[in-house]
T-cell receptor, first 119, second 116 residues
Framework: GAGVSQSPSNKVTEKGKDVELRCDPI?????LYWYRQSLGQGLEFLIY????????KSGLPSDRFSAERTGGSVSTLTIQRTQQEDSAVYLC?????????????????FGPGTRLTVL | AQSVAQPEDQVNVAEGNPLTVKCTYS??????LFWYVQYPNRGLQFLLK??????LVKGSYGFEAEFNKSQTSFHLKKPSALVSDSALYFC??????????????FGAGTQVVVTP
């Protein structure tokens, strides 16, 4: 079956421009996550969605970052007025989304990422 | 707050020798622990997880990990390393009893280099 897909695979933009990154989770997965992987650093949690619940946005680094998940499937991460420090690989993941705290044990399946370069 | 430490930036091992990648964690209550591997220019792949039960967990590609509660560790092991195991390995933890169950805390990663 198809895994998590992300588009574009690479994005080069100029400082100050807005960008949109897209994630298609595995069909049937109700939980979706966004992470950022910067050069020389580990994975930084950004946001996650679980079903119809309010998303946990606690990892978003500034109000320039936002994410939506339409229809419980596809998600878009938007970065407004991009800065050079936003350059990173943005990873999306999905999991089955077992209800409640039992979902803590679900493994996440990752997409290939979008490499964002802000000039 | 939950945290993960991978004390080694890089581990070098000869092919055929045992491989160990270290991970320690800090979390309130019982942990859920995960190992992921990232090959060059690819996303992370799930290797194994500890939720409950046996402390020794077996996963993909011949890897296993041992949960040690007293030492708060979850080291990844493979009895005989292959050149193809060369990759970046991430340990991750999540508290089992938390309202923010979706937030997975990753370590900084350990680069494994297996030489022929």
């Amino acid at each position: 079956g198809a895994g998590v897909s992300q588009s574009p695979s690479n994005k080069v933009t100029e400082k100050g421009k807005d960008v949109e990154l897209r994630c298609d989770p595995i069909s049937g997965h109700t939980a979706l996550y966004w992470y950022r992987q910067s050069l020389g650093q580990g994975l930084e949690f950004l946001i996650y969605f679980q079903g119809n619940s309010a998303p946990d946005k606690s990892g978003l680094p500034s109000d320039r970052f936002s994410a939506e998940r339409t229809g419980g499937s596809v998600s878009t991460l938007t970065i407004q007025r991009t800065q050079q420090e936003d350059s990173a690989v943005y990873l999306c993941a999905s999991s089955i989304g077992t209800s409640g705290r039992a979902g803590s044990g679900d493994e996440q399946f990752f997409g290939p990422g979008t490499r964002l370069t802000v000039l | 707050a939950q945290s993960v430490a991978q004390p080694e930036d890089q581990v070098n091992v000869a092919e055929g020798n045992p491989l160990t990648v270290k991970c320690t964690y800090s979390v309130s209550g019982n942990p859920y622990l995960f190992w992921y591997v990232q090959y060059p220019n690819r996303g992370l792949q799930f290797l194994l997880k500890y939720i409950t039960g046996d402390n020794l967990v077996k996963g993909s590609y011949g890897f296993e990990a041992e949960f040690n509660k007293s030492q708060t560790s979850f080291h990844l092991k493979k009895p005989s390393a292959l050149v193809s195991d060369s990759a970046l390995y991430f340990c991750a933890v999540r508290a089992s009893a938390t309202d923010s169950w979706g937030k997975l805390q990753f370590g900084a990663g350990t680069q494994v280099v297996v030489t022929p």
